[in-house]
Structures are given as structure tokens and as C-alpha cells.
């Protein structure tokens, strides 16, 4: 799986070392949000198409959330910039959650 993203391998490798099994491919947009928004579910973002992984903080959700909501991947309306996202459920042994994103160019 060498060089494939963490949404096209379906598994990934967080900052602090915790492996993750995707649950759910290519969230629509509605869930992200949802998601977004409970704290009990940690946001990572995954930027340059995956190559570089990063946590959200709380203080950024917001703006993040904003961004996704405007350029989410293959939305009927154009994208406001090149960068698009795709939103990924993914799912640890113990039954955690994580919601991570991927950024497109």
C-alpha cells in the first residue's frame, strides 16, 4: 500500500502512533459536519492529499468546518478554490471514532 493516501489505503497511521481501519468511505458532506461538530470525536486533517497528517484543535474546527463546507469533492456547484476535501470515518480496536480529512489539490 506504499504511496496510496490513508482514504485509498483504508488504513492509517495517526500522529501519536494509533493505528486506524476506515469504517466509512466518501462521507456526503452532511455527516462531516456532524462529525465536525462532536468532540468526542477527533478530527485529522490530511493535507496534501494525505502526505501530511495533523490533528484539529477545537479552535480550528470552525474554519475548518467552513472550508469543507465550501469545497467538499464532487459537489454539484463549482469549488471556490483548487484544494477540495473528501471526508473519511475511520475506527480503532477499542471502538473509537475518528473523522479524518483529506485534502485534494
Do not use: H
Amino acid at each position: 500500500m506504499a504511496g496510496l493516501s490513508p482514504g485509498s489505503a483504508g488504513e492509517l497511521t495517526d500522529p501519536d502512533g494509533r493505528t486506524w481501519q476506515v469504517r466509512r468511505r466518501k462521507l456526503d458532506p452532511r455527516t462531516v459536519r456532524s462529525l465536525m461538530r462532536r468532540r468526542d470525536v477527533p478530527v485529522l486533517l490530511g493535507e496534501s492529499g494525505g502526505s501530511d497528517l495533523r490533528w484539529v484543535i477545537d479552535e480550528d474546527r470552525g474554519a475548518l468546518s467552513e472550508l469543507v463546507r465550501r469545497n467538499y469533492a464532487f459537489m454539484a456547484e463549482s469549488a471556490a478554490s483548487d484544494i477540495v476535501y473528501m471526508g473519511y470515518e475511520f475506527g480503532d480496536e477499542a471502538g473509537q471514532r475518528l473523522l479524518y480529512i483529506e485534502e485534494w489539490c
